[in-house]
């Protein structure tokens, strides 16, 4: 049997303009090779960030150690944590000037960072200023804060809401095709039974 070759890393190295990171201000960034953590792909790389209000104030604290360019772009060092699937979704090529710019700030290795930047997916991410100077423990601070993921239970929770939305459709079935089905008043009986189980599994299974 011929052995499976690993997948070409689509994200070390290429100057790239992450979507869900853009309401950062984040313009494009370069990064470096994957490290799993805590369930989380970290990696490591370079960032050209331009201020916006929402984050202005952790945009000007970096900016008072490092100088931002005519563009009004800050280089940043930059730790980027992401679940496996928006790690792969960060394949979006930044494009022309976007990517000279990042390449020329990777080049030069700016002195400003670490900023940490967090996607678990949509409306799940963050951008916070780290102090310390590893970024395992950059990422591993960021984690204790806020709490850390449970990558399992997450999973089982989809596989439930995955089961009670099945539910919820045959429910829907039964209850008003049972007559039709021949299944009479005790099929649509079942039916309703499974549409409430199927609603107290969804509600079970609801992220908190």
Not at 17 to 40: K, M, N, Y
Not at 166 to 181: D, P, Q, R, W
Request: without cysteine; glycine residues 12%.
């Amino acid at each position: 049997m011929a052995e499976r070759l690993p997948r070409p890393d689509r994200v070390e190295g290429r100057a790239l303009s992450p979507r869900a990171f853009r309401t950062f201000g984040i313009e494009a960034v370069v990064l470096g090779p994957p490290v799993v953590q805590d369930g989380l792909v970290r990696r490591e790389g370079v960032a050209t960030w331009r201020r916006i209000a929402d984050h202005g104030p952790v945009f000007d604290r970096l900016a008072a150690t490092a100088a931002v360019d005519p563009d009004g772009l800050l280089p940043v060092r930059v730790v980027v944590a992401a679940t496996p699937a928006r790690d792969r979704a960060m394949r979006v090529p930044a494009m022309g000037e976007r990517a000279a710019r990042v390449q020329a700030a990777a080049e030069a290795s700016p002195p400003a960072g670490w900023l940490l930047l967090v996607d678990e997916g949509p409306g799940e991410t963050w951008l916070y200023l780290a102090e310390e100077d590893d970024p395992a423990a950059v990422l591993d601070g960021f984690l204790g804060r806020r709490g850390r993921t449970d990558f399992a239970r997450a999973r089982r929770r989809s596989g439930v809401g995955s089961l009670a939305s099945l539910g919820l459709l045959a429910g829907l079935v039964l209850v008003i095709y049972g007559s039709a089905l021949d299944l009479g008043p005790a099929g649509q009986l079942a039916g309703a039974g499974v549409l409430v189980a199927s609603l107290a599994a969804l509600v079970a299974a609801r992220p908190r």
